[in-house]
């Protein structure tokens, strides 16, 4: 079983900068494609970006350039680095994988950014 937990959200001022982390549980995290996702009120939760085992990353046009995916897999640990933040980049943002053929998500961290 795989568990994720994300952190490092907040509120920021637009123009700002904030970097989630995602912690995963598991012995074999380095073969894991990882993936972003963000959740706005009132709206579908949509991917971010993505990372896969390689390091070959994948971003959505509207964040391109401004966020960046990586990953430590000595530390199990995922990242998303999110820099010059706009207010509809609000949401919650959860971190996502596939183990065992089972979607397996993170409990999620706000982010809000105030215009």
């Known amino acids: 079983q795989v568990q994720l937990v994300e952190s490092g959200g907040g509120l920021v001022q637009a123009g700002g900068s904030l970097r989630l982390s995602c912690v995963a549980s598991g012995r074999t995290f380095s073969s894991y494609v990882m993936r972003w996702y963000r959740q706005a009120p009132g709206k579908q939760r949509e991917l971010v970006g993505t990372i896969g085992s390689t390091g070959v990353t994948y971003y959505v046009d509207s964040v391109k350039g401004r966020f960046t995916v990586s990953r430590d897999n000595a530390k199990n640990t995922v990242y998303l680095q999110m820099n010059s933040l706009k207010p509809e980049d609000t949401a919650v943002y959860y971190c996502?994988?596939?183990?065992?053929?089972?979607?397996?998500w993170g409990q999620g961290t706000q982010v809000t950014v105030s215009s």
């Open positions: 996502n994988t596939v183990y065992g053929g089972a979607l397996v």
